[in-house]
């Protein structure tokens, strides 16, 4: 049975990215619509579930990959600033960061430390701070 799955399988696109997405959100409306008992959200589980399997038995490799693509840049363009802004807030939990005056390159320094001087990576520009 296995054999046959994977027979039929052959030259189809199958799951990525947005098929997992398309699953969770069709489970999400799903889960949604037994609580509030809308026929409006199942009904649009249903659809997103359909347009699954569509995409998921589609032969149309080029289509779905450009749609992947674009999935992943729309994607990346939301979370990247998200995971940047968790790692600056953890970053200042042990570095002060200042900006070089001239240049504006952001410089790190170890908190503790006193007055000092800080030499900008990118300029050489020297300037004092309190760290």
Do not use: W
């Given at each position: 049975?296995?054999?046959?799955?994977r027979?039929?399988?052959?030259?189809?696109?199958?799951?990525?990215?947005?098929?997992?997405?398309?699953?969770?959100?069709?489970?999400?409306f799903?889960?949604?619509s037994?609580?509030?008992?809308?026929?409006?959200?199942?009904s649009l589980?249903?659809?997103?579930?359909?347009?699954?399997?569509?995409?998921?038995?589609s032969?149309?490799?080029?289509?779905?990959?450009?749609?992947?693509?674009?999935?992943i840049?729309?994607?990346?363009?939301?979370?990247?600033?998200?995971?940047?802004a968790?790692?600056?807030?953890?970053?200042?939990?042990?570095?002060?960061?200042?900006?070089?005056?001239?240049?504006k390159?952001?410089v790190?320094?170890?908190k503790?430390?006193?007055?000092?001087?800080?030499?900008?990576p990118?300029?050489?520009t020297?300037f004092?701070?309190?760290?």
């Amino acid at each position: 049975m296995l054999e046959k799955i994977r027979r039929f399988m052959l030259g189809r696109y199958g799951v990525d990215e947005v098929g997992k997405f398309l699953i969770i959100l069709s489970l999400i409306f799903m889960a949604l619509s037994t609580f509030t008992k809308s026929s409006v959200l199942y009904s649009l589980s249903i659809i997103l579930l359909i347009f699954y399997i569509y995409r998921m038995m589609s032969k149309d490799y080029q289509r779905r990959y450009k749609e992947n693509y674009l999935y992943i840049k729309y994607k990346n363009k939301i979370s990247n600033p998200i995971s940047k802004a968790k790692y600056n807030i953890g970053q200042r939990k042990i570095y002060h960061i200042y900006k070089c005056p001239s240049c504006k390159q952001k410089v790190r320094v170890p908190k503790g430390k006193g007055n000092i001087t800080i030499t900008c990576p990118k300029c050489k520009t020297q300037f004092k701070k309190k760290s």
